[in-house]
């Protein structure tokens, strides 16, 4: 099948651009949360075994079907399997899945805006932990501050998005990552060398195999699947910018490792530093909002560091909600046939209005809840374990069972250009291995 339409620059543009996705908020505040609350070492452990058994398959599985169709998730199913609809349900799942994120996702990147304005005016300087953290609680308390951070960052996310994909997303991806790895290896440096330290590091890197229980095991497989923005169609439609010569594998391959260590390396910047300052491992949100300030004012140069590192973060945020608002904006462009300015518009400003709700939801005392947590919390598990973990499973199954096996090697192997060794393991994982790991952790968890 032909794909005509705009291709990425170059080699690089495209791994930079899907890095750009998979790097964000997931690496440095959701992966540490996680880890934290899910025993440290037995997670850690749990998820660099599904990043690798399941994560970089599924990521080449949504490359092959992006590349192969050259559409939006909606359209690759309906062009790759046209006469049964029902597997364009994936798609459709994963445009609501992109919307469902990006309310949560907004919220996040809401408090990394706030974080860089205090670190502007030097703000930390100074504070104990518990002033810090009073005013990490205040803020999800404010009525118009969080809102209008939330704004900012969904209207930079269309304005990005406007522009289109090339000019846009490869241009901002390309140079400010690596600077970001390299703030982090400092901060980690600085972070190993406090008082106390040992301990975080035990608690992070050391597995426990006795705390590997079901709720690990997704939340673990969630995780890897929010970080690497599998699940939910987002790589397909990168995918489908994906030129015709570049090799999927290598691509997936430097995908996966660039944002695995960034993961890595956020937690080995986290734990010691909030080991040391008595943060708890399971503190959540203040993990990465109140250790890293606190981090920041004992280093030298912690200004700059601190204002450097949440304007960084702001922006990996940014090319990843750039890839999730793309999602449903290719959907309305190719499928329902609307501008892309006009559906841009459209997808952020529903985004927007999720975004308020989700905010408002971690008010004190807020009624906008569901079986208990808020909206907030049950979007993000919602999304990570459920919807983005069924999607994935329903991708490989595609893959595997529905897609013709010659169709999937041509595709793979650009033609029969590139010889893959791997290729025959990698089929065979898409088609049993992943689809039956995938279900067995879902039943696990289902049963309890
Ligand atoms: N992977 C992104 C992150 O880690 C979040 C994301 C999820 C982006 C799903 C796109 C799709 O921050």
């Known amino acids: 099948?032909?794909?005509?339409?705009?291709?990425?620059?170059?080699?690089?543009?495209?791994?930079?651009?899907?890095?750009?996705s998979a790097i964000g908020l997931g690496n440095i505040y959701r992966f540490p949360c996680e880890a934290g609350a899910n025993g440290g070492g037995a997670f850690f452990i749990v998820y660099l075994g599904i990043v690798l058994l399941m994560g970089l398959p599924l990521m080449v599985s949504e490359f092959v079907i992006g590349r192969r169709s050259g559409k939006n998730?909606?359209?690759?199913?309906?062009?790759?399997?046209?006469?049964?609809?029902?597997?364009?349900?994936?798609?459709?799942?994963?445009?609501?899945?992109?919307?469902?994120?990006?309310?949560?996702?907004?919220?996040?990147?809401?408090?990394?805006?706030?974080?860089?304005?205090?670190?502007?005016?030097?703000?930390?300087?100074?504070?104990?932990?518990?002033?810090?953290?009073?005013?990490?609680?205040?803020?999800?308390?404010?009525?118009?501050?969080?809102?209008?951070?939330?704004?900012?960052?969904?209207?930079?996310?269309?304005?990005?998005?406007v522009r289109g994909v090339t000019k846009g997303i490869e241009k901002f991806s390309k140079i400010l990552m690596p600077i970001?790895?390299?703030?982090?290896?400092?901060?980690?440096?600085?972070?190993?060398?406090?008082p106390g330290a040992a301990d975080g590091i035990e608690f992070f890197l050391k597995p426990d195999f006795s705390k590997i229980t079901g709720k690990v095991l997704i939340n673990a497989l969630g995780q890897a699947f929010f970080s690497l923005s599998l699940g939910m169609g987002c790589l397909i439609t990168y995918g489908s910018y994906i030129a015709k010569k570049d090799n999927l594998t290598s691509t997936a391959f430097a995908v996966c490792i660039s944002d695995t260590l960034i993961a890595v390396l956020a937690g080995i910047v986290i734990f010691p530093a909030a080991f040391s300052f008595g943060i708890k491992p399971e503190a959540g949100n203040e993990l990465a909002f109140v250790t890293l300030p606190m981090l920041f004012d004992q280093m030298a140069g912690g200004y700059f560091f601190c204002l450097i590192f949440f304007l960084l973060l702001t922006i990996a945020a940014l090319t990843s909600s750039i890839s999730l608002l793309e999602v449903p904006v290719l959907y309305l462009t190719e499928q329902l046939k609307i501008s892309r300015k006009k559906a841009t518009v459209y997808s952020a400003i529903g985004a927007f209005i999720l975004c308020v709700i989700s905010s408002e939801s971690l008010h004190d005392g807020s009624p906008l809840r569901i079986f208990g947590l808020s909206v907030f919390d049950s979007l993000d598990a919602?999304?990570?374990?459920?919807?983005?973990?069924?999607?994935?499973?329903?991708?490989?199954?595609?893959?595997?069972?529905?897609?013709?096996?010659?169709?999937?090697?041509?595709?793979?192997?650009?033609?029969?250009?590139?010889?893959?060794?791997?290729?025959?393991?990698?089929?065979?994982?898409?088609?049993?291995?992943?689809?039956?790991?995938?279900t067995v952790i879902l039943i696990t968890q289902f049963i309890k």
């Open 1 to 20: 099948m032909a794909n005509n339409k705009e291709s990425f620059g170059s080699k690089f543009g495209i791994i930079a651009a899907a890095a750009g």
């Open 73 to 161: 998730p909606v359209g690759a199913f309906k062009t790759l399997a046209p006469e049964s609809k029902g597997w364009t349900s994936i798609g459709y799942m994963g445009v609501v899945c992109a919307f469902l994120i990006l309310a949560f996702y907004c919220t996040v990147a809401g408090w990394t805006i706030d974080a860089v304005g205090k670190s502007i005016i030097n703000y930390y300087h100074g504070l104990d932990k518990v002033t810090i953290q009073n005013d990490f609680n205040n803020l999800m308390n404010e009525s118009w501050q969080p809102i209008l951070s939330e704004g900012i960052f969904i209207f930079l996310t269309a304005f990005i998005i």
């Open 180 to 194: 970001l790895l390299g703030i982090l290896i400092i901060l980690g440096v600085k972070s190993l060398t406090l």
């Open 382 to 438: 919602f999304t990570s374990t459920f919807l983005m973990t069924i999607g994935g499973l329903l991708t490989v199954v595609f893959l595997g069972w529905k897609m013709k096996k010659s169709d999937f090697m041509d595709e793979y192997t650009n033609g029969g250009t590139v010889s893959m060794g791997l290729r025959r393991i990698m089929y065979f994982i898409i088609k049993f291995l992943a689809p039956v790991a995938i």
